[in-house]
Each structure stands twice: as structure tokens, then as C-alpha cells.
């Protein structure tokens, strides 16, 4: 399911900025934003509206254009749109093969510890719910009883939240019933929150869920969602640390980072966001 957190054409662009700020070729350079552009954009583009997307002229774009139909990298329709090529689609597969979610998002976990002073856990959704694959442990002491294994609540926690929200309902509801054996999950008689439907919407609509002093007392959480290409869920990034140091707002700097960490792993993963 894909997400409806607000994402920037610009996303792409800044991924290559590290790249780029290396001694390269600059006509490859423009090249590059050409194909930065058409992913950004999602969908066929003619040459004025593709040359407008990177910022240059279409007399400058027409020749890089040129050079990546012939090897392949992009292709173009009746309409003389251009899309991506045989020779894309063929490394955009090579790449997927090699994909591990777990590997892939070491580099944030570690850079969001780092930079946040906070715990990071990574979750997968298991046999049994949302698990949590990876834990990188804030230096600060924390009381909270979680561990890589512990699963989740789908409905009690914010990590769980964030994968009820973007799995289907059929899936949803055949995990919901095994809710007692879950961390902070549901008793076995338990009744889902009148607002449950509402919050996972929500969560949609923002792409982040927040937890603070609930499950735990003093402890919050930020959890955000990263998608994979086919716009499914592949995995939760939260932020734990003392509810005292939080800011709670989605659209604080907290959450901010957090947001752009799920939105580069999400890239890497394959996903656009085309609306």
C-alpha cells in the first residue's frame, strides 16, 4: 500500500548530493538530473516538460536525451514521450536482487543513534507481527523491556500502528486476533479503540505514529514507515528515548529526521511517490 506522507520531488535529488560533491563529468552530471527528474516525475514526460523538471533548456536536454536512448537507459513512446529503457529496467532488477532490507538500513539506524542520542529500532512484520530485527541502544539509560524478537502491538504501539496502517485489512485482521501475545498487545477479550480506525488513517495521511508514556511510562516513540517498490511496507524505523526530550510534533526536527532516513531507505528500496 503506498503511503501518503508528503515527499518533495527534490527527495532524489539530494540522495545524489554526496555523489556529487565529488570531482565528476559535468555533462554526465546533466544527464544524471534528466533521469532524476523522469523518476521524480513518475511517469512519461515529453521533452519540454522533462528538460523544465531538471531546470534546463530543451535545446541543452535534446542531446543527453539522444545518448540515453542509444544505450538503452530510456526509452520513447509514439507520443514521443521518454521512459525508462530496457537497460534501466534490467539494473533496476539487478538491484532489487541484491536488496537487504536489514543490511540497507544499518547506515541510518546507526546515523539516527548518532545524531539523535536516542535508541533506534528496526521492525519487520513476522509470522507472528511486527518484530523488531535490529536495536541500536541509546548511551542514555532507558527502562524499556524491548529486545530484537519482541513483537509488537498492532494496536498499542506506535510501531505496530504504522504497520496496521499500511498493510490491507485481510492481512490486518488475520494478525489482530494473536494481539494477547504481543508486547503491549490487547488481552485476549480485548476490543479494538473506537478511534483505531481513525488513528491508522491518520497515520496515513501524516506517515508517522507517536507513543509517549504508553505503553511505558516515560519512554516516547516516533515510528515511521519504509516502503519498498511496489509501495509495500518493508519495515518500521522508531525513535525511542525519555518522553522529556521529545519533541512531540510530527513536523518537528525529531520527526524530521527520522522521515528522512524512511524516505532515503524507501528510495533505495525502489519506491516513488507519484501522488
Not at 538503452?72 to 509514439?78: A, I, Q, V
Request: glycine share 10%; charged share 20%.
Amino acid at each position: 500500500m503506498q503511503s501518503e506522507f508528503p515527499a518533495s520531488p527534490d527527495d532524489s535529488v539530494s540522495l545524489a548530493s554526496d555523489a556529487k560533491a565529488q570531482r565528476g563529468i559535468n555533462a554526465l552530471d546533466s544527464t544524471g538530473e534528466l533521469l532524476l527528474a523522469l523518476v521524480s516525475a513518475g511517469r512519461p514526460l515529453s521533452l519540454r516538460d522533462l528538460a523544465a523538471a531538471a531546470g534546463m533548456p530543451a535545446a541543452k536536454a535534446f542531446p543527453h536525451l539522444v545518448s540515453l536512448l542509444k544505450v538503452g537507459l530510456l526509452s520513447r513512446d509514439d507520443s514521443g514521450c521518454f521512459d525508462a529503457g530496457p537497460l534501466s529496467m534490467e539494473l533496476g532488477l539487478i538491484a532489487l536482487q541484491r536488496l537487504s532490507p536489514t543490511r540497507d538500513a544499518e547506515p541510518e539506524i546507526a546515523a539516527l543513534a548518532a545524531d539523535t542520542g536516542m535508541s533506534v529500532a528496526a521492525a519487520t512484520l513476522g509470522p507472528l507481527g511486527p518484530t523488531v530485527i535490529r536495536l541500536e541502544e541509546s548511551t542514555r539509560p532507558q527502562h524499556v523491556s524491548l529486545r530484537v524478537g519482541t513483537v509488537m502491538s498492532l494496536v498499542n504501539t506506535a510501531i505496530g500502528r504504522v504497520f496496521a496502517a499500511h498493510i490491507s485489512d485481510d492481512v490486518l485482521a488475520g494478525l489482530l486476533p494473536q494481539e494477547a501475545i504481543r508486547l503491549a498487545g490487547l488481552p485476549a477479550a480485548g476490543a479494538l479503540p473506537a478511534d483505531y480506525r481513525t488513528r491508522l488513517a491518520e497515520i496515513r495521511k501524516i506517515g508517522i505514529d507517536h507513543a509517549f508514556d504508553a505503553p511505558v511510562p516515560g519512554i516516547g516513540t516516533l515510528a515511521a514507515p519504509v516502503f519498498d517498490h511496489t509501495g509495500s511496507i518493508r519495515l518500521v524505523i522508531a525513535l525511542i528515548g525519555s518522553s522529556g526530550n521529545f519533541d512531540r510534533s510530527p513536523q518537528g526536527e525529531i520527526a524530521q529526521q527520522l522521515l528522512a532516513a524512511t524516505r532515503r531507505l524507501s528510495w533505495r528500496f525502489g519506491w516513488v511517490n507519484c501522488g
